[in-house]
């Protein structure tokens, strides 16, 4: 990500993270936050209120993981109707469905997926998100379709139900 930041600064976008993680990617955004006063905010730590303000104002979540068995900042986005940017892995893979035009066709589309980890496939999804982003009517109904995503726990049961009544 740290290395993407450039290129989404250039594109016009702001930058909020909030988190831990290696100490010299911390002091990476901590520089580039003071380098970027205005555009590029940083949090080191977690603070739980604060994560809830950052999600309901921002449009998108990065969630740039190498590896995400399951994963829930990108749900709290889904349901806050700030779509998740997120690299194609576990269950990021698994609950985020790419704003390609089969899927907004389709209406499946809830956000955005990229492949390589890497900041050349990070920064062409974030220019895929820009773009939807200057469509308002379409980023809306993106938003729509991952603020109705369902993952709750009925889901899933009717899920498991259906399986074994197949295996029967």
């Known amino acids: 990500m740290l290395e993407a930041l450039p290129g989404l600064l250039e594109q016009g976008g702001q930058l909020a993270l909030l988190g831990a993680g290696d100490p010299v990617l911390q002091e990476g955004f901590l520089a580039a936050a003071a380098e970027h006063p205005g555009k590029v905010g940083v949090q080191i730590g977690y603070h739980e209120a604060f994560s809830h303000r950052i999600m309901g104002g921002a449009d998108v979540i990065l969630v740039p993981s190498r590896f995400e068995p ?99």
């Open 70 to 168: 399951c994963g829930l900042t990108q749900l709290y986005g889904l349901k806050y109707g700030t779509l998740p940017l997120v690299r194609r892995t576990g269950g990021l893979a698994d609950t985020v469905a790419d704003s390609s035009l089969e899927n907004l066709a389709d209406g499946l589309a809830t956000g955005f997926v990229f492949e390589d980890s890497n900041a050349l496939s990070l920064l062409r999804a974030i220019r895929r998100a820009f773009v939807l982003w200057s469509r308002p009517s379409l980023w809306r109904y993106v938003q729509r379709q991952a603020m109705n995503m369902d993952f709750s726990w009925q889901v899933a049961a009717n899920s498991y139900r259906e399986l074994y009544q197949r295996l029967m």
